[in-house]
Structure formats: C-alpha cells, structure tokens
Antibody
Framework: QVQLVESGGGVVQPGRSLRLSCAASGFTFSSYGMHWVRQAPGKGLEWVAVISYDGSNKYYADSVKGRFTISRDNSKNTLYLQMNSLRAEDTAVYYC???????????????WGQGTTVTVSS | SYVLTQPPSVSVAPGQTARITCGGNNIGSKSVHWYQQKPGQAPVLVVYDDSDRPSGIPERFSGSNSGNTATLTISRVEAGDEADYYCQVWDSSSALCVFGTGTKVTVL
C-alpha cells in the first residue's frame, strides 16, 4: 500500500538545524512531486515547500524561504527537508505529502504521512 | 499574498446538509481542493479540482466553485464527518500554495 513515513523530528534550540526525512513506499516515488506541510499546535495547515518529481523545480513558503531546503533522493525513495536557523514559530508537526498527479506538480496532495514533531525551544 | 477565508465553525444535525465556504479573490478562476482532518490524524483529500472525488470518498462529499466563493457540501451528515476541513489552492501569481483558515464541523 502507498505509505509515507516521516522521521527526524525532535527538540532543538533556536538558531540550530534539523533535517527531516520522509520514506516513501508503494508507488513510483520518482514520478511524483512531493510536499512538506506543517501544523503548529492548535493551528491550521501551512504549506512549506514542494519539489518536482525530478528535483528540478522547488517552491517555498515565504516564511521558510532562505532557511529551509527541500530535496529528494529518488534512488532511496526518500524526501528531505533541511531546516536551518530554526525559530520558535517553526514548532509544528511536519507532514510529507504526495502530489496527486504524476510527472507534473498539480499542487493537490492525495497521500499524507502521519507527521513528525519539531519543537524549537531553549 | 493570497488569502482564503473559511468560517471557524459549522454545526449540523445528523442526516442534514453541511456547507462549508471558502472565500478568496476570484477563487472561481483557480482549482480548489478540500481536506478533512480528524483529531490526531493526518489530513485526507476529499475533493479536488473544485468538484472531483478521489476513489474511496463517499458521494456525500461534493464541491463547487464560482466567483469569489468555493463550497464543500456534505450531504446526509454522519457522526464520522465531524472534523476540521481545509480548502487549498495554488496561487500561480505568487507561486505559493495556500490553505484556508479551516472550519470545524460539529455534528449535533
């Protein structure tokens, strides 16, 4: 079955870095764009970033641009989010999600992982 | 940046119809997607491209989009429909993916 499993979350001090991973299975990972979406405690969904199926195109939310980097390794069926210069407001559950359409980003997410929690605190 | 506005809450009796609105400037020109999120769970896509349903989503879920408002309609509401619902679009002018503010649906 199609599955996404995030890992790498934890407690980190402000200004430090963290890398999240998302392991994909059950579908042809290299054919689909992938997203990161986050949700702060008690708040709504916030889109973070998207990467095209081949890694050639990336888009970021203004709130993370210049600090976060999305990447993928299609040989390992894994999506990454490198988070630098972390701030308290980055505290959230981070979800990875699969774009619904193959070979082109349609910006709709049909499969989600269960999320990994990032807490930025001193 | 593009803003999507939803009512914070909607209450509906079992068997009745719930309508959740999503307001945005000329949203009718964009493709709107809707997600359901139950407490402690990841979101689930329930409607995409304004009115299409992914496989496995009941026909009770439907959508429409025109002018400045998109609407998710849940017919014959069941207790299991109680959840938060979010609309979402891609704003090509800003190259940003935007979620609505979210609506909590309560089944009375």
């Amino acid at each position: 079955q199609v599955q996404l499993v995030e890992s790498g979350g934890g407690v980190v001090q402000p200004g430090r870095s963290l890398r999240l991973s998302c392991a994909a299975s059950g579908f042809t990972f290299s054919s689909y764009g992938m997203h990161w979406v986050r949700q702060a405690p008690g708040k709504g969904l916030e889109w973070v970033a998207v990467i095209s199926y081949d890694g050639s195109n990336k888009y970021y939310a203004d709130s993370v641009k210049g600090r976060f980097t999305i990447s993928r390794d299609n040989s390992k069926n894994t999506l990454y989010l490198q988070m630098n210069s972390l701030r308290a407001e980055d505290t959230a559950v981070y979800y990875c999600a699969k774009d619904q359409a193959a070979m082109v980003i349609q910006f709709r997410m049909d499969v989600w992982g269960q999320g990994t929690t990032v807490t930025v605190s001193s | 940046s593009y803003v999507l506005t939803q009512p914070p809450s909607v209450s509906v009796a079992p068997g009745q119809t719930a309508r959740i609105t999503c307001g945005g400037n000329n949203i009718g020109s964009k493709s709107v997607h809707w997600y359901q999120q139950k407490p402690g769970q990841a979101p689930v896509l329930v409607v995409y491209d304004d009115s299409d349903r992914p496989s496995g989503i009941p026909e009770r879920f439907s959508g429409s989009n025109s002018g400045n408002t998109a609407t998710l309609t849940i017919s014959r509401v069941e207790a299991g429909d109680e959840a938060d619902y979010y609309c979402q679009v891609w704003d090509s002018s800003s190259a940003l993916c935007v979620f609505g503010t979210g609506t909590k649906v309560t089944v009375l």
